[in-house]
């Protein structure tokens, strides 16, 4: 998971465990498998860089939100707390059991389940 | 907007003006209101700590008396929780016992400008006079970040005053604003789309003459409901206008406006052009210390570590350091019951006051150590930040049996006394999460569940067992109260709230050194809430099972206390109910214990030496378990079998025997309905599972 390229030994797995970083990891420049083309495209946005979900995205990479596919009642409250489209925004981390996703948007820390995040869109500008 | 009411604002400097103090959750909106006050008022780092309405008086520019009123911290106005209704309504001047603000004060956090520039674009659409508390100014700056405030004001229109509320700095201009904003011009607006402003235009028309709602407000009020997704939201509006909203938004899809969307997406865009003029970044964002502390204090291991030692001392506060002062109040409240038996007159009325008065002061007050360390705790965790890391790592585990990031802490609470964790689930927006953590709470082992597990625990193995056999057992009932609340929380979102969407958005807020002056007078704050809510009822229930277990006096003026308590009405309520309790394996006298738990459970202990004629049980351990140990059935055989013992202490785990807590989930889901479900599926479970307890260990062969 963290681009190991030979055998998994178990003390790897136990330094990895261990293993405290302050800042993010650099994020390698590949792309993880893009929206299936069957997903609704809302955007005109969305035709450059395809449109994927917050949740999955790896600590550290530059996103911007696009749109939601969530309940209005959901969907409003993510908006007042500031993810409104076009926001940048990065995930920070997991939390130790994979669930919720921390985010950072407009200067401050903000925590969400991964099933809501699933239900937010970003692009990759 | 002049269309205040007319009471000239000069000419009556000693009337009373009304202040609101609105903000964001963690905006340093509670300390500056203590600063302002001077009243002990609760501060803290988790989002939505101040939901009861807080009020203080502070002196204005020239003197006058202005009443300040603190409102729930929100994010915004739109109502989906009890908070954002509360602050609402008292913006928009509907509490019948608040008089609507003449000036709202917003606090806004400078380290974290767009999100709480949004809540003051939202109440600036009120069309009331503001004036902005900037607060966190000192971090902002140590963050790199350069403000600019006379511009910000100037974008603003109202004026901006930097505060640094523990220092007391910006006090005195804070209130010289204040004074000068009674009836001064509102602040600027966020443009609005043409299509949606018109829409609420029309609809604050329509509002404005309907009755109850100032006409002032209607435009906010019309926006707010233009965009308002759910039920409560639309609380403020007249049936009959219901279709004027819909055609309103039917209009607007017509017109490409998505009205759950596009008001908010206006005032972000408004607040983000602000923040960019006046805030300007300085350094590179080298990682925080927040940041830093984080990637520990969150990580997939030692954020575990440092989770489960902070709760481990947190438990041994709770429950061996608290011992001590417990000590004492019980060796005094014994004290002073033995002084006024020897020099009151002895009658009924010596005995009401030392059974029923004396029993139930020191049976509030011998809590209070636990709750006092709780309540400090959980302050000292909110001030920090870390309540909120500590909901973000275990919302997983919780999630999964359908509770809540947020329900972990209510149900540690309810390790020590349900009733402060019951009433610390107020810090959970969503109601139906919220009520699941109510219902199972009191499934978690309290503290007054101690000595009555102490006792059996004695009785099931009297004497030459090993201590690590006593403290399984003891070990073993608090994980069955653990694993019932989790089941039956699961079983509850199955079922009774199937569908329900459970939400958790929390904020993260900078760790912040805190402060023990503003923690310890929390605590305090907190204490004396529970003595109110929680001591009257505890009280009164003394009195009244003190009564019952007195009443009527035996005929025969020498009976022993035993005697006494058999012919009383709380014996023959013993009696009355032996047949529900004989398939458990239980006699009256169990009975009678366990309707004098109804008081408080520990009361059980005490039941129990009265009834077997041991003089002073609570203390005299050994003696009231060699009593236990030697009754007999009328056949001849031991009541108290390993097996009873067992079935006993479960159902002493899962039963629901506090009157109290009924009481205060009755005050907290506003409802009798709740209360007496979890009243009937607890005495449901304890009883089912205490039949089973006896009847399969009878079928394995157990005695």
Redesign the interface.
């Known amino acids: 998971m963290n681009g190991y390229t030979g055998t998994l030994k178990w003390w790897d797995m136990v330094v990895d465990?261990?293993a405290?970083?302050?800042?993010p990891r650099p994020v390698a420049p590949v792309r993880p498998l893009a929206a299936a083309p069957a997903e609704p495209r809302l955007l005109p946005s969305a035709q450059k860089s395809g449109i994927e979900k917050l949740a999955g995205q790896p600590v550290g990479r530059k996103l911007k939100i696009v749109g939601f596919t969530l309940?209005?009642?959901?969907?409003?409250?993510?908006?007042?707390?500031?993810l409104?489209?076009g926001?940048p925004c990065t995930v920070?981390?997991y939390?130790?059991?994979?669930?919720?996703i921390?985010l950072k948007v407009?200067?401050?820390?903000?925590?969400?389940?991964l099933a809501?995040a699933a239900g937010v869109q970003v692009s990759c500008p | 907007m002049s269309l205040s009411p007319p009471n000239a604002p000069v000419a009556q400097a000693s009337a009373v003006r009304t202040v609101v103090v609105a903000g964001n959750p963690n905006s340093g909106k509670s300390t500056l209101f203590n600063a302002l006050t001077g009243l002990r008022q609760k501060v803290g780092n988790y989002p939505g700590v101040t939901v009861e309405k807080k009020t203080g008086q502070c002196r204005g520019a020239h003197g006058e008396v202005i009443n300040l009123i603190d409102l729930p911290g929100v994010?915004?106005l739109?109502t989906?929780s009890l908070d954002e209704a509360v602050a609402r309504d008292v913006l928009l001047g509907r509490l019948p016992d608040t008089s609507p603000p003449e000036v709202i004060v917003c606090v806004v956090d400078a380290?974290?400008?767009?999100?709480n520039l949004?809540l003051v674009a939202q109440l600036a659409e009120l069309g009331l006079p503001m004036v902005v508390a900037l607060t966190m100014v000192d971090m902002a700056e140590q963050s790199g970040l350069v403000l600019q405030v006379p511009e910000l004001a100037a974008a603003l229109g109202c004026p901006v005053i930097p505060v640094i509320a523990a220092q007391r700095r910006g006090l005195v201009e804070l209130r010289q604003a204040i004074t000068q904003q009674f009836d001064g011009p509102p602040p600027h607006r966020a443009p609005i789309p043409a299509p949606l402003d018109e829409a609420a235009k029309h609809l604050g028309g329509l509002l404005a003459r309907e009755p109850g709602l100032h006409f002032r407000f209607a435009y906010a009020e019309a926006l707010l409901l233009i965009?308002a997704?759910?039920g409560p939201a639309l609380s403020g509006l007249p049936p009959k206008l219901r279709p004027a909203l819909e055609t309103a938004r039917r209009k607007l899809e017509a017109a490409g406006i998505e009205w759950?969307?596009d008001v908010?997406?206006a005032r972000?865009?408004w607040v983000q052009t602000i923040a960019g003029r006046v805030a300007h970044p300085r350094s590179g964002n080298a990682?925080s210390v927040s940041?830093?502390l984080?990637?520990?204090l969150?990580?997939?291991?030692?954020?575990?570590v440092f989770f489960i030692g902070v709760m481990a001392v947190m438990f041994f506060m709770i429950f061996k350091v608290a011992e001590v002062p417990m000590g004492w109040i019980a060796d005094g409240q014994s004290a002073l019951a033995d002084w006024l038996g020897k020099t009151m007159p002895a009658g009924g009325f010596r005995d009401l006051v030392i059974g029923g008065g004396v029993a139930g002061v020191g049976g509030v007050l011998v809590f209070l150590p636990q709750i006092l360390i709780l309540f400090f705790f959980i302050g000292l965790l909110e001030d920090t930040g870390y309540l909120?890391r500590a909901a973000?790592?275990i919302?997983?585990?919780m999630?999964r049996v359908g509770l809540h990031?947020k329900s972990f802490v209510p149900l540690l609470n309810s390790f020590a006394c349900a009733i402060p964790g019951i009433m610390s689930t107020r810090t959970i927006e969503n109601p139906k999460d919220r009520l699941v953590t109510i219902l199972v709470a009191p499934l978690m082992s309290c503290s007054a569940r101690l000595p009555v597990y102490a006792v059996m625990i004695a009785v099931l193995f009297p004497v030459g067992f090993s201590s690590w056999k006593k403290a399984g057992v003891m070990l073993a009932m608090y994980l069955l109260g653990l694993f019932a609340a989790f089941g039956m929380a699961w079983l509850f979102r199955k079922t009774l709230f199937k569908g329900e969407?459970s939400?958790?958005?929390?904020?993260?807020?900078p760790y912040r050194r805190p402060s023990l002056r503003v923690t310890l007078a929390r605590m305090w704050e907190r204490a004396v809430i529970f003595l109110k809510r929680a001591g009257t009822v505890i009280l009164a229930i003394t009195v009244i099972i003190w009564a019952i277990s007195s009443y009527p006096k035996p005929a025969n003026p020498n009976a022993t206390p035993a005697e006494a308590l058999a012919a009383s009405y709380a014996g023959k309520l013993g009696h009355a109910i032996e047949p529900y309790i004989a398939p458990l394996g239980y006699d009256w006298k169990i009975g009678v214990g366990i309707i004098s738990s109804f008081a408080a459970r520990e009361v059980f202990v005490g039941t129990m030496s009265v009834i077997y004629s041991v003089q002073d049980g609570e203390k005299n351990a050994p003696a009231l378990r060699d009593a236990m140990v030697a009754e007999k059935t009328a056949r001849g055989t031991p009541v108290f079998t390993p097996l009873v013992c067992l079935s006993l202490l479960v159902f002493y785990v899962l039963a629901m025997q506090c009157l109290s807590t009924v009481v205060v989930v009755r005050r907290e889901t506003n409802t009798w309905c709740w209360p007496l479900f979890q009243v009937a599926y607890m005495t449901a479970l304890a009883w089912g599972a205490a039949f089973l307890v006896l009847h399969v260990g009878r079928w394995l062969g157990y005695a």
């Open positions: 465990l261990l405290v970083e302050t800042r309940p209005p009642d959901i969907y409003q409250r993510l908006l007042e707390m500031g409104t489209k926001t920070v981390r939390a130790p059991m994979g669930d919720p921390e407009r200067g401050y820390s903000l925590s969400l389940r809501e | 994010y915004s739109q989906r380290t974290n400008l767009e999100r949004y965009s997704t759910t759950v969307a908010i997406n972000y865009a990682a940041e830093r984080d990637a520990w969150t990580h997939k291991f030692w954020g575990w909120a973000f790592i919302d997983r585990l999630q990031g969407h939400l958790l958005l929390l904020e993260m807020p």
